[in-house]
């Protein structure tokens, strides 16, 4: 059974592209949300993913706050959070980190390179 990475983002785009990338190059399953809050509902819900990818700036629910959230969830409290950022928002790396993120990705982003970091972070 492939493992499920939920990613995050208000962008259909970006959400279809980490989708394409992970479903044609690994056994992953992918489980999108357009927001924090969304992707929180599902958690609670009962989603268990091996692996969260998420944008930072969304409406409703941004990824530092969903980030934080996550963490105080005792069943998602080691699950990796990779960060979707680009180069100008260098600082949100820190803020992300301290909120709990464990890596981040730069956009814009090769699939290959996607799947490479996603690799080395599901084990
Ligand atoms: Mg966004």
Do not use: C
Request: glycine share 12%; charged share 25%.
């Amino acid at each position: 059974m492939g493992k499920t990475v939920l990613i995050v983002d208000d962008a259909p785009t970006i959400r279809q592209m980490v989708g394409f990338a992970l479903k044609g190059n690994g056994n992953y399953d992918v489980v999108e949300a357009g927001d924090g809050s969304e992707a929180l509902e599902k958690l609670k819900g009962g989603l268990k993913p091996s692996l969260v990818i998420t944008d930072l700036n969304m409406p409703k629910m941004d990824g530092i706050t969903m980030i934080k959230n996550i963490r105080k969830m005792p069943a998602h409290k080691f699950t990796p959070i990779l960060m979707l950022t680009t180069e100008s928002l260098g600082s949100k790396k820190k803020e992300g980190q301290a909120a709990g993120a464990t890596g981040w990705i730069v956009k814009p982003f090769k699939p290959e390179e996607l799947v490479q970091v996603v690799g080395k972070v599901i084990k």
